[in-house]
């Protein structure tokens, strides 16, 4: 394949510890330390050398100076979770709320055939949780 591929997704976030923490409970393995960045970033990685990046808005002001943040309500893209089962849609969706998620859609079984929720992290970015509802025997 030639040309750019996808490697990272990134947000910009009011508090980058307050952020790592929330996305640390709900599983994502930040390195330790990663909240005390120096310069405003910590990055995961998420699995297949797919990464998480967090920047916070200081950061990005200081080298942009034409920057500001969104205003406005809901977030136009979501971090989609697959979760392993569907009691884990249920289970993180109350972790996330707990460390300072906000809740849209609290988890139902949605007629695709996933057990779904949506609510959004501490600065407003969208967060899905998603697990496949097994077949009824």
């Known amino acids: ?12 976030v009011s ?3 307050r952020s790592v923490r929330f996305y640390r409970a709900i599983g994502l393995p930040f390195p330790d330390g990663a909240e005390g960045s120096e310069h405003g970033h910590a ?14 808005e200081a950061s990005i002001a200081s080298f942009d100076a034409t920057w500001k943040p969104a205003e406005g309500g809901d977030p136009r893209a979501a971090l989609a979770l697959r979760c392993p089962t569907v009691g884990d849609v249920d289970r993180l969706y ?15 079984d949605a007629f695709w055939g996933q057990r779904y929720a949506r609510l959004q992290d501490p600065d407003g970015n969208g967060v899905d949780f998603y697990a496949d509802i097994p077949a009824k025997a």
């Open 43 to 56: 990055e995961v990685d998420v699995g297949g050398g797919f990464r998480l990046m967090l920047d916070a």
């Open 1 to 12: 394949m030639s040309g750019a591929r996808l490697d990272a997704v990134g947000l910009i």
């Open 94 to 108: 109350s972790v996330a709320l707990a460390n300072g998620g906000r809740g849209h859609m609290a988890p139902w």
């Open 15 to 17: 508090d980058l510890e």
